[in-house]
């Protein structure tokens, strides 16, 4: 059975519900399609034009709009980038309150806003998403 992240990960970047966890890791490898990107996009920055550069930069961008899908690399940078806009909506319950966390600086962070570190590396968005897990389960954040 395909767990509930992995539902709602599939969910935030439009590709349907995968039948397994190997099937969603399968549509990394393959591409995603460009609309993820898009659609991702929409739902956290959808007032800055820009923000799908800071994922892929514009040339490569205009190339893999021909191809209509995505490297593997660029695919998992935006998994990792669903996954956590997923685990900010779990936690904020609406995507205004989920935007401004990610957007605000944060202490933990050193002062870096949340999608600037799950932008950056991997191990900044699983500190986001641990962040976000003790904002869950009220512990200190």
């Known amino acids: 059975m395909l767990a509930l992240k992995e539902q709602s990960i599939a969910s935030v970047l439009g590709i349907g519900k995968p039948t397994s ?10 591409g995603l399609p460009i609309q993820s990107l898009e659609r991702v996009t929409r739902q956290i920055a959808p007032g800055d034009s820009d923000f799908k550069y800071r994922l892929i930069a514009k040339a490569t961008l205009a190339r893999r709009q021909k191809a209509k899908r995505l490297s593997p690399e660029e695919s998992d940078r935006l998994s990792r980038i669903a996954q956590v806009w997923s685990c ?8 205004v309150d989920a935007r401004a966390f ?3 600086p944060h202490a933990l962070l050193e002062g870096r806003t ?4 799950a932008l950056k590396t991997e191990v900044g ?4 998403e641990e ?6 389960h009220g512990t200190a954040a």
């Open 21 to 30: 966890a190997m099937g969603y890791v399968a549509a990394i490898e393959r």
């Open 125 to 128: 968005a699983r500190m986001v």
């Open 131 to 136: 962040i976000l897990g003790r904002l869950k």
């Open 114 to 117: 949340p999608i600037e570190a």
């Open 88 to 95: 900010a909506l779990d936690v904020w319950q609406t995507e």
């Open 102 to 104: 990610l957007n605000r």
